[in-house]
């Protein structure tokens, strides 16, 4: 018992003084403002350590499974991040991080400073921003005669690993794009962790497409920041599946900056054996006239554990708000275990919000209807299941990719 | 926009104030020599003192909740409040004993004398100690018990030293920590097995020296299918600092019983009022807590049932009302304990001006029960533009076997409703008050009948000057 608490203990090299140094001096080839972020954040780090243990942000998540301990250095693949497939364009430009770096760093300063979701998870935040040495940067420009398709694979490192990614996406105005990112691993064995902060900025009435696919091996970690920012008359639709990992924190933040932005989150978990999944969500409404809809949808196995917070934010000035949130949980063993903090903070009078939750077993008479015509029960509760996260699933616009994340769905059944 | 400030009105009702001799005071302040003076003037035996002097070591040990709750619990200052105040060491026996002043308080606390004899027993408290206590000779024939808390441990020890602090631990928040060192007043109420009381007992509250809170203790006991109401209404004087109002109230209902608390609650907006209530729920026994807050500074009340027998049932039905400068924090807490347990919250929530109005809620299914239900629906209305409200529910559920539903809208008053209302006639004012009685009016239903003419144009004076 002693030695298991001494060893929760050891904070990992990464967090050491000769650690960032050797660090900085090997991306000495950086330009001085992204040092300069980096040793800030560094020192962020060491000062927001002693983090109380009571954090509301924190409820019902245990934080141990989430912290770094078990990661011994950084994975310094620079291979992690993969453009899969675009479509031609000489207008947008799309490439990782590292290249834009070295090419044109000018892009990235101007979006140095974002802020993160900033729902909790400070640490993973701070150290993206410390060590990233991956990710991906897109803009696209405003031509509407090109809907541009872009898909990106991360990959997660192998056991003992941690890779931190920083990515930022641009969508001028009237820019429209789809993006398709996949989380993976090249293998079973590749049970690391992956960090990964995005931040999306979308002009006036442009609209992205988002679909996320996190599939990474049993035994890794998944920490996932993002934060929209929406300006007039945008959309975002962003679906996000989570299957994989051991263990899976997910911020994700949309701010209605100004009139008539509309914001679009869909997400479900498929859980089992001892999978954890701390999902955080704010609609953080500032202008008048906006919408926003969240729908989030847990099918849970096993010992599997999900945890939905979802805040609802309305300023004052933002009359004549529209704000949906739904979190629809369904428990399919003993051992599963869900929990639900729908929240809402509302300034404005003007306004249309509601939050639902709820959590329950399977319909047994929709279970005794297809157990009495010979269909066995491990495939019954998978049909029952798929049909529920199917209004998920169905937001995809893409037909490949529905039927590629039904199978990930079926293959949780076996 | 005529803005003229509703808390006017509701300041006038309870401002007045008389000058009362305190015969027993334990000057201002907190410290053990108080905790030990207010014990010794209540004669208590040592194992309340010993309890006393341990709940003010926790009190000093916890530390305010404003990681989650509201910063202006800080501005409680503790060093100049008075603990304690007695106008005498027993509670008046009859209606003569009371002394003048105090019966024009209540006079003016609007308690018609006729009205009492409908009254199973009213137990006035003024200020610590209860000032009018009476029971009908039938309740005591009854084997009813019905008396303050000092009496019920001095008296009755053996029917309430194995529930008192037993539902809230002395160490469950830094306020009942409080509450269990410095508590005087209160009801301790026993009901026999099989005794089904048809009228409701009631107790008034009233807070009088400035500065100075109000500690009552609240234990209700309803043994093996008994039946009991409790009904219990504040209204308090306007001063010019902060009120403090802490108590603990505790039921424990056994298996079979039913018990309905009933809380009616118009503090003046000084006052914070931080009180911990919760109910132990045996096999199929029953708890209802009906709660409507208007009024005081800063409420944070979240009533509670533990469902720990097999069929229990838990409902809480809570009004709040939140004007300028108001800030009502309020919620239910339950928690499934046994298999088949079932619990309702219904919460609704008015906003007005500037105030605030939040519900806090927390859902609890362990994973090794069966069949447990719960619903909550929690509704908030804001009228003006500056008004604010939020909900943070907390749902716990482990296991396949349990459902839970919970659900939340913010709306404001339509434009049209009240576009037809002044079709009709009706002036903006009128008819916005109209809609917001509409609003609240399935859950004051629930309220006995006085209690519901009298909220009703409690409601009608809040809304007074917020629109129009």
């Keep these: 018992m002693i030695q298991e608490k001494v060893q929760t203990k050891i904070t990992p090299d990464f967090f050491s003084e000769d650690y960032f140094e050797k660090f900085a001096s090997n991306h000495s080839w950086e330009p001085g403002w992204l040092a300069d972020l980096r040793k800030e954040s560094w020192e962020r780090l060491r000062e927001d350590q002693d983090f109380s243990l009571k954090d509301e942000r924190w409820r019902f998540s245990p934080k141990s499974r989430l912290g770094y301990s078990h990661f011994e250095s950084i994975s310094d693949s620079s291979h992690s991040v993969k453009f899969n497939q675009a479509s031609e364009s000489s207008e947008n430009i799309w490439d990782t991080v590292d290249n834009i770096l070295l090419d044109n760093p000018d892009l990235i300063s101007d979006f140095a400073e974002i802020s993160g979701p900033n729902l909790g998870a400070t640490e993973s935040f701070h150290l993206t921003n410390t060590y990233f040495n991956n990710g991906f940067f897109i803009k696209v420009s405003g031509n509407p005669s090109q809907k541009l398709q872009l898909s990106i694979d991360h990959t997660c490192p192998q056991e003992g690993l941690v890779s931190f990614h920083k990515n930022y996406v641009v969508l001028d105005d009237f820019a429209e794009v789809t993006l398709i990112e996949n989380f993976i691993s090249e293998n079973d064995t590749s049970q690391g962790g992956l960090s990964n902060l995005t931040h999306f900025k979308i002009g006036k009435g442009a609209k992205l497409n988002r679909i996320l696919i996190q599939n990474m091996a049993d035994g890794s970690s998944f920490h996932n920041l993002e934060n929209f920012d929406l300006h007039a008359n945008s959309t975002v639709v962003n679906v996000e599946c989570f299957l994989g990992a051991n263990q899976s924190r997910i911020e994700t933040k949309g701010n209605l900056l100004q009139s008539g932005a509309n914001f679009e989150n869909f997400s479900f978990v498929s859980g089992r054996k001892e999978q954890l999944f701390d999902q955080r969500t704010e609609q953080h409404h500032l202008a008048p006239h906006c919408s926003s809809n969240l729908l989030s949808k847990n099918v849970l196995q096993e010992e599997a554990k999900s945890i939905f917070a979802g805040l609802i934010k309305v300023d004052s000035e933002a009359q004549e708000t529209n704000a949906l949130q739904t979190n629809r949980n369904l428990l399919l063993s003993k051992e599963a275990e869900a929990d639900s903090l729908p929240g809402l903070e509302i300034l404005a009078n003007d306004v249309r919000c509601t939050h639902g939750a709820t959590t329950s077993r399977l319909d047994q008479e929709e279970l005794f209807y297809l157990l009495s015509r010979g269909i066995e029960k491990k495939s019954a509760e998978s049909l029952i299941s798929l049909g529920f996260i199917e209004e998920i699933i169905g937001k995809v616009q893409d037909e490949d990719l529905t039927q590629t994340i039904r199978d990930l769905v079926c293959n949780h059944f076996k | ?468």
């Design chain 2, 1 to 468: 926009m005529i803005k003229t400030n509703p808390i006017e009105v509701d300041r006038d009702k309870g401002n007045f104030h008389y000058n009362t001799d305190y015969e027993f005071d334990a000057g201002i302040g907190l410290s053990e020599d108080v905790v030990r003076y207010i014990s010794d003037v209540k004669k208590e035996d040592s194992w309340v003192k010993d309890f006393r002097l341990k709940a003010l070591n926790t009190f000093e040990k916890k530390k305010l909740p404003t990681h989650w709750a509201t910063k202006d619990l800080e501005n409680i200052d503790f060093d100049i409040i008075r603990y304690y105040l007695s106008k005498g060491q027993m509670p008046s026996r009859t209606w003569e004993e009371v002394p003048d002043d105090v019966k024009r308080t209540f006079e003016r606390l609007g308690i018609p004398e006729q009205e009492r004899k409908f009254l199973a027993g009213v137990e006035a408290q003024f200020d610590s100690e209860a000032a009018y206590s009476r029971m009908k000779d039938d309740l005591s024939e009854k084997g009813v018990i019905f008396v303050g808390s000092t009496e019920g441990l001095k008296e009755h020890p053996e029917i309430f030293k194995k529930w008192f602090g037993k539902v809230i631990p002395t160490s469950d928040n830094k306020f009942s920590a409080l509450n269990s060192a410095v508590f005087s007043g209160g009801s301790f109420i026993y009901v026999p097995p099989g005794v089904k009381l048809e009228q409701p007992l009631q107790a008034y509250f009233r807070i009088n020296a400035e500065n100075f809170g109000q500690f009552e203790r609240t234990l209700i006991i309803a043994d093996e299918g008994a039946e009991i109401t409790y009904m219990e209404g504040c209204t308090a004087p306007k001063f010019e600092t902060s009120t403090l109002h802490s108590a603990v109230v505790e039921l424990v209902a056994l298996k079979g019983a039913k018990i309905q608390y009933v809380t009616v609650q118009n503090w003046s907006n000084n006052v914070f009022n931080l009180v911990t209530k919760r109910a132990m729920a045996h096999e199929e026994s029953e708890v209802r807590w009906i709660d409507c807050n208007i009024g005081s500074r800063l409420t944070m009340k979240y009533p509670g049932v533990i469902l720990r027998g097999r069929k229990a049932r838990g409902e809480v039905l809570s009004i709040a009302l939140a004007n300028d400068g108001q800030h009502q924090d309020t919620g239910a807490k339950m928690v499934h304990a046994a298999d088949e347990t079932t619990s309702n919250v219904i919460a609704k929530s008015v906003s007005i001006g500037e105030g605030r109005s939040t519900y806090r809620g927390l859902v609890q299914m362990p994973g090794h029960l069966k069949h447990c239900k719960n619903n909550t629906e929690c509704d908030a209305l804001l009228i003006n533009s500056d008004s604010q409200t939020d909900t943070y529910p907390a749902i716990t559920v482990q296991g396949e076997d349990h459902s839970v539903q919970h659900e939340a809208s913010v709306s404001k008053v339509s434009a049209e409703q009240i576009f037809y209302m002044q079709q009709r006639g009706l002036s903006e004012a009128d008819a916005m008050s109209m809609c917001v009685n509409g609003f609240v009016n399935d859950l004051i239903r629930e309220f006995p009948m006085e209690y519901s003419v009298e909220l009703k144009r409690l409601i009608d004076l809040e809304m007074e000057g917020s629109v129009g």
